[in-house]
Nanobody, 115 residues
Framework: QVQLVESGGGLVQAGGSLRLSCTAS????????MGWYRQAPGKQRELVAS???????KYADFVKDRFTIATDYSKNSVFLQMNSLKPEDTAVYYC?????????WGQGTQVTVSS
Protein backbone atom coordinates (compact mmCIF):
# COMPACT_ATOMS: atom_id res chain seq x y z
CA GLN A 1 0.00 0.00 0.00
CA VAL A 2 1.50 3.30 -1.12
CA GLN A 3 0.34 6.55 0.42
CA LEU A 4 1.19 10.11 -0.55
CA VAL A 5 0.86 12.73 2.15
CA GLU A 6 0.92 16.40 1.23
CA SER A 7 1.41 19.45 3.37
CA GLY A 8 2.04 23.16 3.01
CA GLY A 9 -1.12 24.52 1.46
CA GLY A 10 -2.95 27.50 2.85
CA LEU A 11 -4.07 31.06 2.30
CA VAL A 12 -1.65 33.67 1.02
CA GLN A 13 -1.89 37.11 -0.49
CA ALA A 14 -1.06 37.72 -4.13
CA GLY A 15 2.68 38.02 -4.57
CA GLY A 16 3.36 35.73 -1.63
CA SER A 17 4.97 32.31 -1.45
CA LEU A 18 4.11 28.82 -0.31
CA ARG A 19 6.04 25.57 -0.26
CA LEU A 20 4.25 22.29 -0.77
CA SER A 21 5.70 18.99 0.38
CA CYS A 22 4.74 15.43 -0.41
CA THR A 23 6.15 12.16 0.86
CA ALA A 24 5.36 8.70 -0.42
CA SER A 25 5.29 5.96 2.17
CA UNK A 26 4.67 2.25 2.14
CA UNK A 27 6.69 -0.68 0.97
CA UNK A 28 10.13 0.02 -0.40
CA UNK A 29 9.83 0.88 -4.06
CA UNK A 30 11.49 2.88 -6.76
CA UNK A 31 9.69 5.97 -8.00
CA UNK A 32 10.26 7.05 -11.57
CA UNK A 33 8.44 10.39 -11.63
CA MET A 34 6.98 12.69 -9.00
CA GLY A 35 5.10 15.90 -9.46
CA TRP A 36 2.08 18.10 -8.93
CA TYR A 37 -1.24 18.63 -10.63
CA ARG A 38 -3.83 21.19 -9.66
CA GLN A 39 -7.56 21.53 -10.09
CA ALA A 40 -9.49 24.76 -9.75
CA PRO A 41 -13.27 24.78 -9.27
CA GLY A 42 -15.05 24.02 -12.51
CA LYS A 43 -11.82 23.25 -14.35
CA GLN A 44 -9.99 20.13 -15.37
CA ARG A 45 -6.99 18.88 -13.47
CA GLU A 46 -3.80 20.22 -15.05
CA LEU A 47 -0.12 19.43 -14.72
CA VAL A 48 1.88 22.00 -12.76
CA ALA A 49 5.35 20.45 -12.66
CA SER A 50 7.07 17.09 -12.66
CA UNK A 51 10.53 15.71 -12.07
CA UNK A 52 11.99 12.39 -13.12
CA UNK A 53 14.30 10.33 -10.98
CA UNK A 54 17.17 11.41 -13.23
CA UNK A 55 16.41 15.06 -12.49
CA UNK A 56 14.64 16.14 -15.68
CA UNK A 57 11.96 18.70 -14.87
CA LYS A 58 8.87 19.84 -16.71
CA TYR A 59 6.79 22.91 -15.97
CA ALA A 60 3.50 24.23 -17.22
CA ASP A 61 3.90 27.52 -19.03
CA PHE A 62 1.75 29.31 -16.50
CA VAL A 63 4.21 28.60 -13.64
CA LYS A 64 7.57 28.94 -15.34
CA ASP A 65 9.96 31.27 -13.51
CA ARG A 66 7.62 31.33 -10.50
CA PHE A 67 7.50 27.71 -9.27
CA THR A 68 10.37 25.32 -8.64
CA ILE A 69 10.10 21.58 -8.18
CA ALA A 70 12.65 19.54 -6.28
CA THR A 71 12.91 16.04 -4.91
CA ASP A 72 14.64 13.96 -2.34
CA TYR A 73 14.24 10.56 -3.91
CA SER A 74 16.10 8.93 -1.05
CA LYS A 75 13.05 9.87 1.03
CA ASN A 76 10.51 9.56 -1.80
CA SER A 77 9.66 13.22 -1.31
CA VAL A 78 8.83 16.03 -3.71
CA PHE A 79 8.56 19.75 -3.04
CA LEU A 80 7.02 22.66 -4.90
CA GLN A 81 8.26 26.14 -4.09
CA MET A 82 5.67 28.61 -5.30
CA ASN A 83 6.63 32.28 -5.54
CA SER A 84 4.85 35.32 -6.93
CA LEU A 85 1.52 33.63 -6.41
CA LYS A 86 -1.50 34.93 -8.29
CA PRO A 87 -5.22 34.61 -7.53
CA GLU A 88 -5.51 32.31 -10.57
CA ASP A 89 -3.16 29.86 -8.83
CA THR A 90 -5.98 29.12 -6.39
CA ALA A 91 -6.71 25.40 -6.64
CA VAL A 92 -6.38 22.06 -4.93
CA TYR A 93 -2.86 20.80 -5.55
CA TYR A 94 -2.35 17.06 -5.88
CA CYS A 95 0.93 15.27 -5.51
CA UNK A 96 1.51 12.20 -7.67
CA UNK A 97 4.14 9.52 -7.98
CA UNK A 98 4.71 7.11 -10.81
CA UNK A 99 6.12 3.67 -10.31
CA UNK A 100 5.63 2.16 -13.73
CA UNK A 101 2.98 1.32 -14.64
CA UNK A 102 1.06 2.66 -11.63
CA UNK A 103 0.33 6.27 -10.67
CA UNK A 104 -0.37 7.10 -7.06
CA TRP A 105 -2.13 10.26 -5.88
CA GLY A 106 -2.20 12.30 -2.73
CA GLN A 107 -5.42 13.56 -1.18
CA GLY A 108 -4.81 17.14 -2.27
CA THR A 109 -3.99 20.35 -0.44
CA GLN A 110 -5.84 23.63 -0.88
CA VAL A 111 -3.95 26.70 -2.02
CA THR A 112 -5.88 29.96 -1.92
CA VAL A 113 -4.39 33.21 -3.17
CA SER A 114 -6.25 36.37 -2.27
CA SER A 115 -6.07 39.51 -4.35
Amino acid sequence: QVQLVESGGGLVQAGGSLRLSCTASGSDFVIHIMGWYRQAPGKQRELVASIKSGGTTKYADFVKDRFTIATDYSKNSVFLQMNSLKPEDTAVYYCYAVRQPTTYWGQGTQVTVSS
